[in-house]
């Protein structure tokens, strides 16, 4: 099993800027793929962004040129940097990742950290 927890949502004004950290733990080696998603009340999940392993990233279309994923493997943390934020990006943000063990595929997310954003 892995454990993500996602830290450094919290309230902040139209233009401001927040980061948000996912710290896995446990069983930790195999993972490939980690992303953010977020949801906002009465909508679906949607992607924020995605970075493999080498660092390969994938942004949604809303975030492009606002948000920056990150992730330092040595310490299993993943980072989102969003800036330039927009009341629209007021969502509960969530970490998953992807991992991969011989043939067995396993997905895990974490439990969500809140984004409001004041306009």
């Known amino acids: 099993q892995v454990q993500l927890v996602e830290s450094g949502g919290g309230l902040v004004q139209a233009g401001g800027s927040l980061r948000l950290s996912c710290a896995a733990s446990?069983?930790?080696?195999?993972?490939?793929?980690m992303g953010w998603y977020r949801q906002a009340p009465g909508k679906q999940r949607e992607l924020v962004a995605t970075?493999?392993?080498?660092?390969?990233?994938d942004y949604g279309d809303s975030v492009k040129g606002r948000f920056t994923i990150s992730r330092d493997n040595a310490k299993n943390t993943m980072y989102l940097q969003m800036n330039s934020l927009k009341a629209e990006d007021t969502a509960v943000y969530y970490c998953?990742?992807?991992?991969?063990?011989?043939?067995?595929?396993?997905?895990?997310w974490g439990q969500g950290t809140q984004v409001t954003v004041s306009s």
């Open positions: 998953n990742c992807r991992q991969r063990i011989i043939t067995q595929k396993y997905e895990f």
């Open positions: 446990g069983r930790t080696f195999g993972i490939n793929d």
């Open positions: 970075i493999t392993r080498d660092g390969s990233t």
